[in-house]
C-alpha cells in the first residue's frame, strides 16, 4: 500500500499517520533522509551523542564464552562447581 502527500510550497510534507506511527515519531521530532541503493529512506534523525559511548572499553574484550564465565565468577568471588566438589581425601 502506498501512502501519499504532497509537498507544500516550502519544500515541508505531511507525514502520513501511518508512517509517523511505525517510525515512532512525534511532533518536533527531527527525520533524516538516506539515499541507499537508488532509494530515499526516510528514518528517525540518529543523535551524534551516544549515550553508550563512555562504557566503551569497560569491559575487557572476551574470546570465549569460558573467559565470560570465569570473569564473571572472579567478579562474585563465587565457584559453584568449587562447593560441590570434595576436596582432596573427603567424600
Excluded: C, Y
Amino acid at each position: 500500500m502506498a501512502l501519499l502527500s504532497t509537498i507544500s510550497s516550502k519544500g515541508q510534507v505531511t507525514v502520513p499517520i501511518e508512517v509517523r506511527h511505525r517510525l515512532g515519531l512525534k511532533e518536533g521530532d527531527r527525520v533524516e533522509f538516506v539515499f541507499e541503493d537508488g532509494r530515499t529512506i526516510l528514518r528517525p534523525a540518529q543523535t551524534e551523542d551516544n549515550p553508550f559511548l563512555q562504557f566503551l572499553g569497560a569491559l575487557p574484550a572476551f574470546k570465549t564464552r569460558e573467559e565470560i564465565i570465569a570473569w564473571h565468577r572472579e567478579l562474585r568471588d563465587d565457584d559453584p562447581w568449587e562447593k560441590n566438589t570434595p576436596k582432596n581425601g573427603e567424600q
